[in-house]
């Protein structure tokens, strides 16, 4: 069993509808990262967060340290939104290092 | 800020040979990282450094080395490659906030075929 499971592997969604993804860890971390990949492959930073809620624009990332489960939600989807979408679990390492334990992604793709 | 650049995009290499893997960052960051991306797979943590004379291995180190000797430069030494190395290479960074959490940014990647 991977360490960092996501669900769905794959969403399409229409324009404007309200997405979900989820991610599911086995370990203890230090903190959740939530990164978008391109089509073009870069890898983009969304969240990083150890507790609670966040909230970027339309993308709200929360966690459950307790249920060891995190969601990235997307509000009023858009085409530009289509990408894939990477969970990743920070374990604390030699002086300060986050060690990153990554999920297999999620690829969305809204239609407009 | 330039961020994070890495050179070249694009390397094909022959069985055995060696190359490096350029990696610089100008945020001044403490932190780098190597991680390689296999088709279809999840991104993997090769090497990881927290300044300059410290690295450390991480999950897949096997057949790379690494060094530090600047806060900006964080090179991948890949000796004797393997058809298994053909991946996309991404290098990161990531300094202190005052939330002690570290944000990590990434570069464009590097895109190598050994054949």
């Known amino acids: 069993k991977n360490e960092v499971e996501q669900s769905p592997q794959n969403l399409t969604a229409q324009e404007g509808e309200f997405i979900t993804i989820n991610c599911s860890y086995s370990?203890?971390?230090?903190?959740l990262h939530w990164l978008q990949q391109h089509p073009g492959g870069g890898i983009v930073s969304l969240f990083m967060?150890?507790?609670g809620k966040k909230k970027h624009g339309r993308l709200i990332a929360t966690i459950n340290i307790q249920e060891k489960h995190s969601s990235l939600h997307i509000t009023a989807s858009h085409p530009r939104d289509s990408a894939v979408y990477i969970c990743?679990?920070?374990?604390?390492?030699?002086?300060?290092?986050?060690?990153?334990?990554f999920g297999q992604g999620t690829r969305l793709t809204i239609n407009p | 800020n330039a961020g994070v650049t890495q050179t070249p995009k694009f390397r094909i290499l022959k069985i055995g040979q060696s190359m490096t893997l350029q990696c610089a960052q100008d945020m001044n960051h403490n932190y780098m990282y190597w991680y390689r991306q296999d088709p279809g797979m999840g991104l993997k943590l090769i090497y990881y450094s927290v300044g300059a004379g410290i690295t450390d291995k991480g999950e897949v180190p096997n057949g790379y080395n690494v060094s530090r000797s600047t806060t900006e430069d964080f090179p991948l030494r890949l000796e004797l490659a393997a058809p298994s190395q053909t991946s996309v290479y991404f290098c990161a960074s990531s300094g202190r906030d005052t939330s002690y959490l570290y944000e990590q940014y990434f570069g464009p990647g590097t895109r190598l075929t050994v054949t």
């Open positions: 967060l150890s507790s």
């Open positions: 990743a679990v920070a374990s604390p390492s030699l002086q300060g290092a986050q060690k990153l334990v």
């Open positions: 370990v203890g971390i230090s903190a």
